[in-house]
DNA sequence: CATGAATGAGCATTCATTCAT
DNA sequence: GATGAATGAATGCTCATTCAT
């Protein structure tokens, strides 16, 4: 009895998620031009031609991964759609940013050190841009609601402290105490704890 | 009749250093697995060969260069020695850094995306472990004096700030307006400034 | 459809050995160190990359070369498992070494080549020393059962003409009366012709 | 007080000796094809350069090397200049022979290995014939003088054993009592001892 | 005579990609 | 869809040789 087509479907998307799981693993650990086709292949139990068939280059399922990462960066990240944040939304923005950084903790390792490669930062430059932009007026507009002087700057300044504190909790997980700093935090931007 | 010793000491020396700030500025721009010695080679202006009359291989002159960095780095990061940072040396400290992120931006571009490689991270290790617990300390100690509680946690969380402006700083050098995220900085902490 | 695997391991035997005796030719004929793995696959017909699709490295393929060659010695060189020498045996014996060397003279060369570069002779070292305890003692088992005083010395010494007849059929084949001087060991060690 | 001519052709004749010394233990040991110039220059303690101010190319090198040894061999090898073997020379043929091997071990080493490369077989050649032609032509008149029956053929065997002893001498000498060989082969071949 | 920096061809090896089955 | 044999360009590295000093 073969199969319908929504079922052979059904395989191929499982398939393609399958290779670019295993390739974020291994992309983030080595770094992209470190690992091999054949690892990638060897790693997912399926022979290396397969992974042709389902991407038309490394680079292309290099893209697919990181455009994976952003649709879950998305989809999970939820501002309350209308992207103004509230001070109690700010506490789970925080505790948020944090969860996210563990569940993606390899696609964000992976996006660091793509960032760091004029000659490959191109090529995740649009996706980048969306979020950074979103990330930084959302969060000018909280400071402006709290009358912060020079919102903008802190803005950028509490910008970069967070990709500070994503990349070393990224790369050194287990030193870094995410509980205390969130309050410290809070504490410091004057934010009432919600529990 | 043969140059002297000394001679070929300074040849020796200058090629050496030529070569190494060549395979800097393309390991940085590139990343290290991305840029062939034969690139370097015909951006220095040598032979590929030459190149392993000065370094055993690729890894050597990566090592190289690293240790380079942070030599510079230490000679350049003077905090009067004593480790102790006072208010005044704190601003001078800000300046400090931004200045030497604008002389040493390759070295620090590609510092960052060696320690998103676990292969390369540990090559690296030693030299950042020296410098992290240097810095650490001198911030800890400076938050301590100024009777900050959780002085402690402040500091990582400097720390990790300071890592994220480093950070957008190297990759975003344009939009970036350093002054004020300094002028903001220094009255956040309440430092009043020398100047 | 992927062909099975049995038509898989087909192919990689028929191809492994086409290597393996390419580079034989190729080895024996102007050394190991003189013969560069692109020679071997032009010689084979195929390209260089596909040679590491069977074998590690070029030493992995020599120690390869030299277990098949012991192998086909083995199998060949049969002593009537006893591994006693009986008078009609030795007569045998010595036909039989003359028809390996003819069948492998290209095997024997590449064995005393290498016997003599102490940096590959250890590569070889186990599977020799195999072969050389069991011919000398079945040599010194038959001298002694004949009653020749100083069996020992004399199996070192038969030996080593061996050693010699062998190095001089390989190299000047053609001046060599190998009939002739079959004839005369058995005359000399007094052993009466079968047929 | 500038050197005489003279004083310089000793100079260079004692230099050029010591690289042909130097380079034959390297070729001897690893091989010719596997020792660079550079190991030469180093183990000599001399530059690379300088090797290129004595010999046109490392096969001139080579060529040098093998005729010094031939030239050694033939001095030493005093056949009473008539090339008649009496009973007592032959004696000291024998003892001879393994002096001579144990004085030129690099030498046979080297002279064995390049033997099996028909590449390079060639270059050594004609100084290997003229030696080769001289063996057997003594050996075969000694065996005729004795009456001995076919003795072109006692001749190539007895050859070839002397192959085989030096072969085995060469790549094994301490497991090779010599003593004990030779006087088995006196006795073998009926020659009263002198001493 | 002597040095060692410099070259460039060549080597072993890797790897993205293709393709017959 | 799935396999892995096969390719060939590219990579890190070596080494005989040249040459300015």
Redesign the interface.
């Known amino acids: 009895m073969p199969r319908t087509p929504e079922q052979y479907e059904q395989i191929r998307k499982g398939k393609k998620l399958h290779i670019c799981e295993t390739a974020l693993e291994l992309f983030a650990?080595?770094?992209y031009?470190?690992t091999p086709i054949s690892q990638i292949a060897k790693e997912a139990n399926i022979s290396k031609g397969l992974i042709y068939n389902y991407f038309e280059s490394k680079e292309e399922l290099l893209t697919n991964i990181i455009d994976n990462g952003f649709n879950e960066l998305i989809d999970n990240f939820d501002l309350n759609k209308d992207n103004i944040l509230t001070d109690e939304e700010f506490e789970f923005f925080l505790h948020s940013m944090f969860k996210i950084l563990d569940s993606q903790r390899s696609f964000w390792?992976l996006y660091?050190?793509l960032?760091?490669?004029?000659?490959?930062?191109q090529i995740i430059e649009p996706k980048v841009k969306v979020w950074y932009d979103m990330l930084t007026s959302v969060l000018e507009d909280f400071f402006k609601r709290r009358n912060v002087k020079?919102a903008r700057?802190?803005a950028?300044?509490f910008?970069?402290?967070?990709?500070?504190?994503?990349?070393?909790y990224?790369?050194y997980p287990n030193m870094?105490?995410v509980d205390?700093?969130i309050n410290?935090?809070l504490e410091?931007y004057n934010i009432h704890k919600k529990s």
């Open positions: 650990q080595n770094g031009h470190a390792k660091f050190s960032m760091l490669q004029s000659s490959i930062a020079n700057t802190e950028l300044t910008g970069a402290m967070l990709d500070g504190l994503s990349l070393d990224i790369i870094f105490p205390d700093i410290h935090l410091k």
